[in-house]
């Protein structure tokens, strides 16, 4: 693979679930993020991790868990569903030298 | 905070050349980033200031002043393949990027 992998494509999910996204990239970045995408409200930061081993709270964190076991994997954990989390999920990878966000192809969830 | 305002819609003609703005409220951040989306795929790189100025890429040129709060990106000669939202985003901390809602852009023939 080159670049970043995100699976599911899509999902349907009944509320009260419990769904783990998936998030794999190749390129050793230190930083990866969890962007949550609504229309009209544009991308918003769930989480992010600047190195394997640490995480941190963005705009939206509420309902949200993440982990970083290791530079390559960064799943997206929600615990208990809700249909207010429906959206599209896009995980991005960062080379800290330069600053730049590269984009995972996004996985579509619905909550209903 | 850091509030970013985009329009939200813009048309333009196929060769024409349009503007779009972005204009922000923070207290600082690194750069600017504007990112390209194609409607169903992912945001893609398009150009990244730094240093006030005009920067130059090809058919793509965005413009930073910190002073005046303010960044647009220009894009000339354009092509059908050219619609779809442009987003505009600050550089924080460990590079955070925080996005404005995007401008959705038509290009017609």
């Known amino acids: 693979i080159a670049g970043i992998t995100q699976a599911p494509t899509s999902q349907i999910l009944a509320a009260g679930r419990r769904m783990t996204l998936r998030c794999t990239q190749d390129?050793?970045?230190?930083?990866m993020y969890w962007y949550r995408q609504d229309l009209g409200l544009g991308l918003r930061l769930i989480h992010y991790?600047?190195?394997?081993?640490?995480?941190g709270k963005g705009e939206v964190p509420d309902g949200y868990s993440v982990s970083r076991a290791n530079t390559d994997d960064f799943p997206l954990t929600l615990a208990s569903a809700v249909p207010s989390q429906t959206s599209v999920y896009f995980c991005?990878?960062?080379?800290?030298?330069?600053?730049?966000?590269?984009f995972g192809p996004g996985t579509r969830l619905t909550v209903l | 905070g850091q509030n970013i305002d985009q329009p939200t819609e813009m048309t333009a003609t196929e060769g024409a050349i349009v503007q779009i703005n972005c204009t922000y409220q923070?207290?600082?951040?690194?750069?600017l980033f504007w990112y390209q989306q194609h409607a169903g795929e992912a945001p893609t790189f398009l150009s990244y200031?730094?240093?006030?100025g005009l920067e130059e890429k090809g058919r793509f040129s965005s413009f930073l002043s910190r002073s005046k709060g303010y960044s647009y990106l220009l894009l000339k000669e354009l092509q059908m393949k050219d619609s779809a939202s442009y987003l505009c985003?600050?550089?924080?901390?460990?590079?955070?990027?925080?996005f404005g809602a995007g401008t959705r852009l038509a290009v017609h023939p």
């Open positions: 991005a990878s960062s080379d800290s030298t330069w600053g730049g966000l590269f």
């Open positions: 390129m050793r970045h230190n930083a």
């Open positions: 991790s600047n190195t394997a081993g640490t995480t």
């Open positions: 923070t207290s600082g951040f690194n750069g």
């Open positions: 200031n730094v240093l006030d």
């Open positions: 985003a600050l550089s924080g901390g460990y590079n955070k990027l925080i």
